[in-house]
């Protein structure tokens, strides 16, 4: 089992910056790809970005291209997503999640259904 840790999460006025980290733990081995999602009141859980496991390769979602960044270090077993120039509709719960599979030419990815395991999820608001 791989158990995922979210912090960073906090309230934040608009145009302002967060950095999300997930620490893994368990078996971090069997850890390749590595994404964000996020989830507001109501509405599905969604896509926001993914990482390969050397970092090199990276997805984010149309809406965050450009202002958010996903990276990774495999030292400390510890994903980042760097969040600036937020937006109210940016407002969500965010889940770390985690996969055995690498990164290829499908966008399995960007399914929630695709990865084995998930975190518990930070709170990120945005205020206008």
């Known amino acids: 089992q791989v158990q995922l840790v979210e912090s960073g999460g906090g309230l934040v006025q608009a145009g302002g910056s967060l950095r999300l980290s997930c620490a893994a733990s368990?078996?971090?081995?069997?850890?390749?790809?590595m994404g964000w999602f996020r989830q507001a009141p109501g509405k599905e859980r969604d896509f926001v970005a993914a990482?390969?496991?050397?970092?090199?390769?990276?997805y984010c979602a149309d809406s965050v291209k450009g202002r958010f960044t996903i990276s990774r270090d495999n030292a400390k077993n510890t994903v980042y997503l760097q969040m600036n120039s937020l937006k109210p509709e940016d407002t969500a719960t965010y889940y770390c999640?985690?996969?055995?599979?690498?990164?290829?030419?499908?966008?399995?990815?960007?399914?929630?259904?695709?990865?084995?395991?998930w975190g518990q999820g930070t709170q990120v608001t945005v205020s206008s």
């Open positions: 990482v390969s496991w050397s970092g090199a390769v990276t």
């Open positions: 999640a985690a996969d055995r599979r690498g990164l290829s030419g499908s966008s399995w990815y960007s399914k929630r259904s695709s990865y084995d395991y």
């Open positions: 368990g078996r971090t081995f069997s850890v390749n790809t």
